[in-house]
């Protein structure tokens, strides 16, 4: 991503905007024009039609059940006076089940009342026993506020719900402990707080009759397994206090809802995926951003296509607009219009300079209305975080672009339309987002915004693979040696382990438990296994590096945010641009061991990007197919990795000003890949010469990565990979594809399952791009630490070629 994208805007001319009077848009969104009339202005403002295909999903009718007859008067009248006057059909079925005792997954659409399928028999009970407690758990805490909110509202008597979160006053956390009854946090909380302060939660954990856990389909991959975790430690504490809480899990549609959520929680689950809630008409548009007109090489750092060049001439480059830039100026448009809108932005960066680049546009039009608009993200201050939601709750703001923190069950009403900056990595997500508008029934615009990448470029020409597809499975693996060890030496602090305890945790336990043993973590006794040490583990669930790393402003000492540990090598190395609310500051210092980055406001006109280098080593192969020239493999792998050096980049031109060194330590990763092998034989009879080997293999690793999405729940940013003409452990050919995680996550198994499949859309993603010799459409990557250099699109399509002629279907 190059700020230079964002140099000039697609905004309606001026005189369109204050024709829209300025009294209508201070008072908030009216009436506004239709989906269908507004995607119309939106195409027409463009030279070249960026739509690509319009989807009409119908409205739906909704099918009411009766009050469950265990619902109190009370309970029903709270609920009546809140607006709903009886539960749709999925919402009274999960209510029943959960209420019999059974555990229960509800996995149903954005928009479907979820909430209301766990709040009925958790507050039915609460009302009838005054002992029973309940615990919520949502994967963020703005979720968690909401709930909150939504809890509160209902006034019931005696059910003191409170949030117990990093946010909480140490003051209040006493209280919550003696006194609420209705507990909302996070997986995070529980593990950190709640289970290692058990005896301090002995009251509410003997009592503990229900335990929500809210958006379940976050939980995947690594994070996942963790949380799976968690949740057996916590069933165990229960036990020892004589407690048997029932789950209620609420989950976006997804593939097997039932056996994800029993892996979640290792219990037995029914799931309940019928929607019975009425659902306004959605169009939802697939959109390209338009080519830009060619531009002298000279000029330009951006790879892209060669259009030109004769005789020595000056090559011209062609790419397109980039996501950002397009997301940017449509949500200009639409704030323009009138018309409430949410736009969801992969990277906090992003999301940042959408929402500058959107309030620029707006106030050159008309001044003052760019402050309707603001960006969301993590790593915000909780004051921060909770004015803007109520903002756009109240109307006060009129577009947000936002990471996936608002992609949840936050209650967005009145939402007109969403904007989806590059697809989401799964289908899921895309439904999710969505969702968050057309709320209330109302008919609503979705746009998803293709980025210059292969899975988006497939998409927007593939419709069928978006609207003619399941949802993905969620995949986690709670089995994962490098998630089940620290996990159970977290359980061993709050407890001593014992054989029961095994079973439990599950398949690997007794291995598990034998080298923490081996490595003097736990100390085995006739009555169990103990920790040995004073100081409990540092158990980090989301898998993001470490803990988060503090911004600090160095003139003032002011705390503006946080970045994960994980990312701070790339976007808080010294001299990073960092940007918060639209301000730009430039990193002064990184300290890792502090966990603190010191930065002073600046604006350059110059981006900062980070390139990395990668060395991988194959540890050893659980499986392999034998294809005569061609074989592929699936097994442990370590990756060492390290930021070597930042570009500085021209915002106005892109052009780059220098590559500058870095010295940050190196990371090593011991996880799962996928790798495929060539002889060099095959590939001189389909014409790859030697010397062009380097290129095919380097293309089809970019290409593979951005299409494993398609077969996996995930996105390239949880994957890696590296190809090399001839690796020391292969001794051939190889193309490596590898899980972002300690461990792995499931994603390259996955990839080893459906190869054939995975690679076929590979090959097609790569042949059907217009582009001569390579675009971010196709090979290129925006994460690639190589600069994208050597890339041989032809080549990588013959490569491509001779491993499906060779690997069996």
């Avoid at 539960?87 to 009342?113: C, D, R």
């Avoid at 805490?141 to 939504?150: I, S, V």
């Avoid at 002011?558 to 190395?573: A, Y």
Wanted: with cysteine.
């Amino acid at each position: 991503m190059t700020s230079n994208d964002f140099s000039s805007a697609r905004l309606a001319p001026r005189h369109d905007l204050e024709s829209s009077s300025a009294a209508t848009v201070s008072a908030g969104p009216g009436p506004g024009p239709s989906p269908a009339d507004l995607l119309r202005r939106l195409r027409a403002r463009g030279a070249v039609d960026p739509v690509t295909h319009v989807e009409r999903v119908p409205a739906r009718v909704g099918v009411p059940a009766p009050w469950p007859s265990w619902a109190s008067a009370e309970l029903r009248a709270a609920f009546t006076q809140r607006g709903v006057v009886a539960p749709w059909q999925h919402q009274a079925e999960a209510a029943n089940l959960a209420y019999e005792g059974e555990h229960v997954v509800v996995a149903t659409g954005t928009a479907s009342g979820k909430s209301l399928a766990y709040q009925l028999p958790a507050l039915a009970t609460l009302l009838s026993d005054p002992r029973a407690t309940v615990l919520y758990l949502a994967p963020t805490k703005a979720l968690a506020a909401d709930q909150l909110r939504a809890v509160a509202a209902l006034e019931l008597e005696g059910v003191r719900p409170a949030c117990y979160d990093g946010d909480t006053p140490r003051a209040e956390r006493e209280w919550i402990r003696r006194h609420s009854r209705f507990v909302l946090t996070n997986p995070d909380m529980l593990h950190h707080g709640i289970l290692p302060g058990h005896a301090q939660w002995s009251g509410f954990l003997r009592r503990l009759a229900y335990v929500v856990i809210d958006e379940c389909h976050t939980y995947r991959g690594v994070f996942g397994s963790h949380v799976a975790h968690v949740l057996r430690r916590l069933r165990r504490q229960c036990a020892r206090f004589g407690a048997t809480p029932v789950f209620v899990l609420a989950s976006a549609t997804s593939g097997d809802p039932a056996t994800a959520a029993g892996r979640l929680t290792g219990l037995p689950v029914t799931a309940v995926t019928e929607d019975a809630s009425p659902r306004g008409g959605v169009t939802f548009a697939l959109w390209e951003p338009p080519l830009l007109p060619p531009e002298s090489s000279a000029s330009s750092s951006v790879p892209a296509q060669t259009t030109g060049g004769h005789d020595g001439a000056t090559d011209l480059i062609q790419v397109r607009r980039s996501a950002l830039r397009e997301t940017a100026d449509l949500l200009a448009d639409t704030v323009a219009e009138g018309v409430r809108t949410l736009a969801f932005v992969r990277s906090r960066k992003g999301a940042e300079v959408v929402a500058a680049s959107a309030r620029r546009s707006l106030d050159d039009a008309v001044p003052g209305l760019g402050d309707r608009v603001a960006a969301y993200r993590g790593g915000y201050l909780r004051e921060e975080r909770r004015e803007l939601e109520r903002a756009l709750l109240h109307g006060d703001l009129l577009g947000l672009a936002s990471t996936n923190a608002l992609e949840l069950g936050v209650d967005l009403v009145g939402l007109d339309a969403v904007l989806i900056c590059g697809y989401p990595g799964t289908r899921a997500s895309l439904w999710q987002q969505a969702g968050r508008a057309g709320r209330s029934g109302q008919e609503a615009l979705a746009v998803l915004v293709a980025r210059d990448d292969p899975l988006d470029t497939y998409l927007v020409h593939h419709p069928e693979a978006i609207f003619g597809a399941p949802v993905e499975a969620t995949v986690l693996d709670p089995a994962n040696p490098y998630v089940l060890a620290p996990q159970l030496a977290c359980a061993a602090v709050e407890a001593p382990l014992t054989p029961a305890d095994l079973a439990l945790f599950g398949d690997g336990a007794k291995e598990a438990v034998d080298e923490l043993v081996a490595s003097g973590a736990l100390r085995q006794r006739p009555t169990g296994w103990y920790w040995r040490h004073r100081e409990r583990p540092e158990v980090d669930l989301r898998g993001e590096g470490g803990a988060p790393i503090c911004v600090v402003e160095s003139s003032t000492g002011r705390l503006l945010g946080t970045v994960d540990g994980g990312s701070s090598h790339f976007l808080l190395h010294p001299g990073a641009v960092y940007l918060h609310q639209g301000v730009s500051y430039v990193v002064d210092d990184l300290d890792l061991v502090d966990g603190c980055a010191l930065v002073h406001t600046e604006e350059p006109d110059w981006s900062t990007h980070a390139r990395d280098v990668t060395d991988l080593s194959v540890v050893s192969v659980r499986s392999y197919v034998d294809a005569g020239p061609v074989g592929m493999f699936l097994g442990e792998v370590d990756v060492t990795s390290q930021v070597v050096s930042y570009q500085r980049r021209r915002i106005a031109t892109g052009e780059v000003i220098d590559t500058r060194p870095l010295d940050l330590p190196t990371r090593e990763l011991r996880t799962v890949a996928v790798w495929f092998t060539l002889s060099p034989q095959s590939l001189a009879r389909a014409g790859v010469q030697s010397a062009d080997v380097p290129g095919a293999l380097h293309a089809a690793e970019h290409a593979a990565i951005g299409l494993l999405p398609l077969m996996a729940t995930c996105d390239r940013w949880d994957i890696g990979g590296l190809s090399t003409a001839v690796h020391p452990d292969t001794e051939a050919p190889t193309v490596f594809v590898y899980d972002g995680h300690p461990g792995g996550a499931g994603f390259a198994e996955r990839a080893y399952g459906t190869a054939s499949s995975w690679l076929r859309a590979t090959r097609d993603a790569i042949a059907e791009c217009g582009c001569e010799t390579g675009c971010p459409s196709c090979v290129q990557s925006p994460k690639c630490g190589n600069g994208n250099s050597p890339l041989s699109k032809p080549d990588a399509i013959r490569a491509l070629d001779v491993v499906l002629a060779n690997l069996p279907a």
